[in-house]
């Protein structure tokens, strides 16, 4: 088993960046969930404390 069902929780989850596409023209970097979860993973690790390790460009200057 690769996940395990929490009381309560949904039973399938689904997610889309089709409206973020479409109002926006955003276009995700990474479409594969592998993809995905290796990269999330790898930011995490090289950055443990998030964005205030202070080793990334500021989101909002000023």
Known sequence: MLYR???GGPAVL???A???MAELGWRPRYTELEVIITTAWQWHRRRPRGYSQGN???IFPG
């Open 18 to 20: 089709g409206k973020a």
């Open 56 to 58: 990334s460009k500021q």
């Open 14 to 16: 689904v997610a889309s």
């Open 5 to 7: 069902v929490v009381s």
